[in-house]
């Protein structure tokens, strides 16, 4: 697994590159192969390159921003026009768009809020109009309670 340290828009996270073995969630509330997460706050975000949240991993921590796969200051293209599953932390709120420069058809993927924001994550898997056509996307910082941008 790689690890990238990341500013951006007065953020500073981590993107991290990897590969998750299996991942059918099966129900399961938190994604894949994270380790103990019960007592933390979930603040990243996930993008899989095969459904039910599994095969090659992008995570975004604590990165509120726009992406453009294609173009990032981070090389990201192995993930254009390839993700086909998203789990979204309760502190965020995702938009993927199947165009680069954020165009094209879009759709919205809201992490658990109010009292569903004790899941952590809410998990996604990509309907046919999105699956593998995801070029850019934008992550926003929600309130947990609302589900509303802050």
Do not use: C
Request: aromatic share 10%; net charge negative.
């Amino acid at each position: 697994m790689s690890v990238l340290d990341h500013a951006l828009f007065g953020y500073v996270g981590t993107i991290h590159l990897g590969s998750v073995l299996g991942g059918e969630g099966g129900g399961k509330q938190w994604p894949t192969d994270h380790g103990d997460q019960d007592n933390q706050m979930a603040t990243a975000t996930y993008f899989y390159k095969d459904a039910n949240l599994s095969g090659h991993r992008l995570q975004l921590d604590h990165n509120p921003g726009s992406y453009d796969l294609a173009h990032h200051r981070v090389d990201l293209s192995d993930f254009d026009n390839a993700i086909s599953s998203v789990s979204v932390s309760s502190q965020h709120r995702v938009t993927v768009y199947t165009g680069a420069n954020f165009t094209g058809d879009h759709q919205v993927l809201d992490g658990p809020h109010g009292e569903e924001r004790l899941q952590g994550w809410k998990n996604y898997k990509l309907n046919e109009t999105f699956n593998d056509t995801v070029s850019s996307f934008k992550i926003e910082r929600v309130n947990v309670f609302t589900g509303q941008p802050v």
